[in-house]
């Protein structure tokens, strides 16, 4: 789905990632692991399209994807679903509103993706919840609206930022459990976290690939069930 070759990356003169090769198998639960400031988020970045490399090449289901090629990128943001660490919404919608903004910006009109609609919120455990406003909403419930925004196209990938980062556990292993649904459906999921309870609860739910990202560079682990 998403190959790296020899990419690295920097800002300014600061090298934050260094000679990654590695692949996002299809179908598979992906785990990135490192410190905080390690480079995660900058990575997962480089897993939609939002940052180019500074060196090597990133393909994008078989190919590379210029940031200056708008309908490459537009194609590639429809195929790749996000869950940021800061869960953003507008904040004057309802919640099944918010979840369907991405509908009205492929402009698919959201009437007529009502069924599936309710269906996700169903999934998500928030059909009680469809008319609240994100103010109203605990940190689980925006989690989860937001991993049901992410999956509202169908996307063939699922890139999940410190997901459950500020959830207790019970609300943690909730989403997870979400995310390892999503992997079992044939999806490509990459959770970063430097969770270690996480990682280790993966690892006995579902066949894990695990990343660690250290001193900018990728060691790969092969997949645990």
Not at 4 to 14: A, P, W
Not at 70 to 97: K, N, Q, T, W, Y
Not at 128 to 136: G, M, N
Not at 203 to 214: M, N, P
């Amino acid at each position: 789905m998403i190959e790296f070759e020899g990419v690295g990356f920097s800002y300014g003169r600061t090298m934050v990632l260094r000679d990654m090769t590695f692949t996002l198998a299809p179908g598979m639960l992906h785990i990135l692991i490192g410190p905080s400031g390690a480079g995660k988020t900058t990575l997962l970045r480089l897993c939609h399209g939002d940052l180019e490399p500074t060196e090597g090449q990133v393909r994008f289901f078989g190919r590379p994807i210029a940031r200056r090629n708008r309908d490459a990128i537009a194609m590639l943001r429809r195929s790749v679903g996000i869950v940021p660490r800061d869960c953003r919404f507008l904040e004057h919608l309802p919640l099944i509103e918010n979840i369907a903004l991405p509908l009205r910006v492929c402009g698919i009109a959201s009437g007529n993706r009502s069924e599936d609609l309710h269906a996700l919120l169903e999934w998500v455990d928030l059909a009680d919840r469809v008319d609240a406003l994100p103010d109203e909403l605990s940190g689980s419930e925006r989690q989860r609206a937001a991993l049901a925004r992410a999956v509202i196209l169908s996307p063939e990938v699922v890139l999940a930022d410190e997901p459950t980062g500020g959830l207790d556990r019970e609300r943690a292993q909730r989403l997870l459990a979400l995310l390892i649904d999503l992997s079992r459906m044939g999806k490509t999921v990459l959770i970063a976290t430097h969770d270690e309870e996480l990682v280790r609860t993966a690892r006995t739910k579902a066949a894990t690939r695990t990343l660690t990202l250290e001193a900018g560079r990728i060691e790969t682990a092969g997949a645990a069930s």
